[in-house]
């Protein structure tokens, strides 16, 4: 059974950081494409950030550059997003997604989805 487990969230000060962990099982998690997006309620669901395991390649949402970074930990089958100099607009659910082929921005065409943990930005 695949699973993501988000962590981490909870409400931080603007300016101040955020360390954001997904823990997968049930899969291959080294081959998977891994991706965080946030949603706010009444909007879809927006890319943030993603890893293409083939490339190695990282991709960003443009309001998250220079702030926000991905990374992963293959041995602990972790993915994590380090927030920094957050913002009251960072304010959302932030979810973890994994896909073996697909790593762009539209979050339908990633398999495997977390429950979600969120993120409350005070001005």
């Known amino acids: 059974q695949v699973r993501l487990v988000e962590s981490g969230g909870g409400l931080v000060q603007a300016g101040g950081s955020l360390s954001l962990s997904c823990v997968g099982s049930?899969?291959?998690?080294?081959?998977?494409?891994m991706a965080w997006f946030r949603q706010v309620p009444g909007k879809d669901r927006e890319f943030v950030a993603v890893i293409n395991r083939r490339s190695g390649g990282i991709s960003y949402l443009d309001s998250v550059k220079g702030r926000f970074t991905i990374s992963h930990d293959n041995a602990e089958n972790t993915v994590y997003l380090q927030m920094n100099s957050v913002n009251p607009e960072d304010t959302a659910v932030y979810y973890c997604?994994?896909?073996?082929?697909?790593?762009?921005?539209?979050?339908?065409?990633?398999?495997?989805w977390g429950q979600g943990t969120q993120v409350t930005v005070s001005s």
């Open positions: 049930g899969f291959t998690f080294s081959s998977h494409n």
């Open positions: 997604a994994a896909d073996r082929t697909y790593y762009g921005t539209e979050a339908r065409k990633y398999a495997y």
